[in-house]
Each structure stands twice: as structure tokens, then as C-alpha cells.
């Protein structure tokens, strides 16, 4: 089952997406169960951040970054940098192949583990409590799923951790790619048949 026909079986509707994709208030109207809760975030200023060649520059690994909370903005910024829409077409931040998008991005935080909803720019909780001391701490552990045996999956996901990273880079915040932790979560997601969890991303001030 492909990602498209998997989310076509979902009940959670949210409202359109305004220009680029993004809206600042997603209207949810969830009918499955109180784990579904969904969050708009605020629109990434796409004015803000260092120049690239900078970013470049300092791009880097911290393998502890903090703990201390992200605030919302920075979060939707950062889920954004990753698998956010870009285009008023539907597109990505980042190239797929055959524009197929068979990707998800999990965001996991104090309040849960949350899946980001590009086109809503929203996160919609899928499983409860704070699983953060599972993985390293940090304050909010991206985690990049994909098709396991799609043969450009890995594409897809090194696309989005660089753009992290980037970003990161440019807002001033730690990160550091991490495979050792991919398989925290395995079995608990609610991820469509041969689709896995093949990289995380921990990020913290
Ligand atoms: C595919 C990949 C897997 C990685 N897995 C881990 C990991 O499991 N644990 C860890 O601490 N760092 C991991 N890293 C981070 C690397 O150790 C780090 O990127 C490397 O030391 C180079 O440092 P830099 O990112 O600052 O250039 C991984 C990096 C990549 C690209």
C-alpha cells in the first residue's frame, strides 16, 4: 500500500492549505481516537536565517544537543526545512523521486510523538507520553520514514537531514544524525506495510 492509499484510510481531515501550502490555523476535525489530536504551526519566516554559504560553513555534528524546549515556531521551521511544501503545486523542500513524496516525518516531543502534516503544516499526535529518554534526550528527535525497499529511499531521507542541518546551522541550534537510535520506536508507529523509521535526527539548543 502505497502512502497516498494508506492516508486515504485516515478519518483526521484538516483544512486547505493557504498560499505555499502553509496556513496558520489548521481547523482539525478528528474522529479517531484522542491520540489524533492535531496542531497547526506557525509559518516559517522565510526571511530569517544566515546566509547558505554560512550555514554551510557551520554545519556540523553535536552528538548531545540539549534538551531545553523548542519553541513552536522553531519547530514548524524545522519540520518545514525538512519535508515542508515549497510550491503552490504541492512540492517539496526537497526533490523526490517521480515527485512520488513516499516519505513521513515524525517529530518526537515532551507531549508525544507527533507526525507532520505537510500540506496542513500541522502535527497530529500518534502516540502519547514523552519518549524523548528512549532516544538521547534531546528536546525533539526527528524521525524520517520511508518505503524500506524503495531503492531511492535513502535519497530522500539524506535530502531532509541535510536541509535540517542547515537549518540548524542557521537558527543557531544543535543536531546530530543518528542510524543507532532508527529502530527505538520500531513496531509503534503507525506506518503504512514495509515502510520503516531509516534515520533520526536529534535536535536541542
Ligand atoms: C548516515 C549517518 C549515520 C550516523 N549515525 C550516527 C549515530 O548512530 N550516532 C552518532 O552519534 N552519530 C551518527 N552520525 C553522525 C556522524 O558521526 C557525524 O556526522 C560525523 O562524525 C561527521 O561529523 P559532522 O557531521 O560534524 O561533519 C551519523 C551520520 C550519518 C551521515
Known sequence: ?????????????????????????????????????????????????????TCLKERQ????PGSGELDQAT?????WSA????????KRVIPTA????EAAVYAVLSDGVWEYLPKEHAIKRVLAGDQRARFDGAACILLFAAPEKDRFAAFHVGSMYQNVGLYCASAGLQNC??????????????LPPEWAVLMTQSVGR
Open 61 to 64: 555534528a553535536n552528538h548531545s
Open 98 to 101: 517521480r515527485n512520488r513524496q
Open 177 to 190: 544524525v543518528k542510524a543507532q537510535l532508527r529502530d527505538t520506536l520500531k513496531g509503534e508507529l503507525p
Open 83 to 90: 519535508w515542508g511544501v515549497n510550491r503552490e503545486d504541492g
Open 1 to 53: 500500500m502505497d502512502r497516498r492509499t494508506f492516508l486515504g484510510t485516515g478519518a483526521a481531515v484538516v483544512a486547505a492549505a493557504g498560499i505555499l501550502g502553509i496556513v496558520e490555523t489548521a481547523q482539525a476535525a478528528s474522529t479517531e481516537s484522542a491520540n489524533s489530536e492535531i496542531k497547526p504551526l506557525p509559518k516559517p519566516d522565510l526571511n530569517s536565517g544566515k546566509p547558505l554559504m
Open 75 to 79: 519547530l514548524g521551521a524545522l519540520l
